[in-house]
């Protein structure tokens, strides 16, 4: 990121240590009005714009259970790293069996005395096919760039049918969740496999929570100093957790790879848009309205890059990012070229975008698959994920259609 910085000079145009607490909607001028915040300071200004840009994404506020307020030892969110922190030789105990989890628990275990993993349910875990590239290979690519982006496509295809895997029932489905089964029975074997195996079986289907991929997650939940535990945590007192079956244990660390409240959107910014609409809180009272993921009436001219509904279960969010950015500069490009000072998608359009990808996501594993996830809301709806492949987001957005907007 640096180096991309530097390469196009872009350091100028960034203001560092600054919050940017509130984006204000003003109907007379049209134009936005941005609170920002020194966060070394406390120095509050504000500025005005024609266009915002929101680029907060979902995954960005911690998930912190209130139940762990009461662990008086070292205590820390696996988004807010202390690497302050020694873990050597200490007593660590993670929570969570996440994506964030399934990467911690085996890059510190060597590291620790004991690690006492909690986890609810275990997740679908698939073999990681991963490739390094030696230094020739490297230099080959740089010189036939070719080669490197059929490479590339060739993933992009493989990830785009392991979409398929999310219609339930479908055979792809079916295939996908005995691959997992026989992937998780093939890393678990000797004399206690049978309970093993019990333990990391989930008890949802597969898809309906995030799909993991790892190599050493097995193996490192079977060595000597690990202890999964799958009852739920029933108190805790200083630094000890107590779980439902009994089992008590002295901590030195906890860390709490629990996730992120994606169903908060926009928090703690605060966008108010056109009458006054608080649009985040808005957007809590029920479900989040965009068109395309990007825009919203009740914003004009703010444009959202990986907001609701616009995350992939099953590839890279950074083409999804791509296609949004190529899009609002069409836009952008539009309000330029004809003189237009005000553009928001109508609202009919919008409502009938959010009534199509309603009726996909009622289709999908993760409203069907009776679990709880963080692609949803608190009502249960899937407000996190884009319910197609890849190819048809960008489809969707190739090409700007100003028909579909209200513009002045």
């Not at 609810?120 to 010189?143: A, D, E, G, L, M």
């Not at 791509?322 to 003189?339: D, T």
């Not at 005000?342 to 009919?348: A, F, M, N, Q, S």
Request: charged residues 20%; glycine residues 4%.
């Amino acid at each position: 990121m640096k180096m991309v910085t530097q390469k196009y000079s872009l350091y100028p145009h960034i203001k560092f240590q600054t919050l940017v607490t509130e984006t204000l909607w003003n109907e007379l001028i049209k134009t936005w009005k941005i609170t920002l915040t020194n966060t070394q300071t406390g120095f509050v200004k504000t500025v005005q714009f024609d266009i915002v840009i929101t680029g907060t994404g979902l995954l960005k506020n911690p998930n912190i259970p209130v139940e762990f307020k009461p662990f008086q030892g070292t205590i820390f969110h696996s988004a807010q790293w202390d690497s302050s922190v020694n873990l050597s030789n200490k007593i660590v105990g993670v929570v969570g069996s996440g994506s964030s989890a399934i990467q911690i628990i085996p890059s510190i275990v060597h590291r620790v005395k004991e690690l006492h993993c909690y986890q609810r349910t275990s997740p679908h875990v698939f073999v990681r096919n991963q490739k390094i590239f030696s230094k020739n290979w490297k230099i080959f690519y740089k010189k036939f760039p070719p080669f490197m982006w059929l490479i590339r496509f060739i993933l992009f295809i493989k990830l785009e049918i392991f979409h398929s895997t999310f219609y339930p029932k479908s055979k792809a489905f079916k295939i996908a969740e005995q691959k997992s089964k026989e992937y998780m029975e093939s890393q678990v074997q000797g004399q206690n496999s049978v309970n093993l195996r019990k333990k990391f079986t989930p008890t949802f289907e597969f898809g309906c929570k995030r799909t993991l991929f790892h190599n050493d997650y097995y193996p490192t939940l079977q060595l000597p100093n690990v202890t999964l535990h799958r009852e739920k945590i029933f108190e805790i007192k200083n630094n000890r957790i107590l779980c439902a079956d009994g089992t008590e244990t002295k901590l030195d660390v906890l860390i709490l790879a629990t996730g992120f409240k994606a169903s908060n959107y926009l928090d703690p910014l605060r966008v108010v848009g056109k009458d006054s609409i608080d649009v985040n809180e808005f957007w809590k009272q029920d479900k989040p309205s965009l068109y395309l993921g990007i825009s919203t009436n009740a914003a004009p001219n703010q444009f959202f890059i990986l907001g609701p509904n616009t995350i992939l279960a099953h590839s890279s969010v950074i083409f999804i990012a791509e296609c949004q950015v190529n899009y609002i500069l069409q836009i952008i490009e539009e309000m330029m070229s004809k003189g237009i000072r005000v553009i928001k998608p109508k609202i009919e359009i919008q409502e009938k975008y959010m009534e199509e990808i309603d009726t996909k996501l009622k289709k999908m594993i993760w409203t069907t698959g009776n679990c709880n996830s963080w692609y949803q809301n608190s009502r249960g709806n899937v407000t996190a994920l884009w319910p197609y492949n890849s190819t048809t987001y960008w489809r969707r957005t190739r090409k700007l259609n100003l028909n579909d907007y209200d513009f002045e």
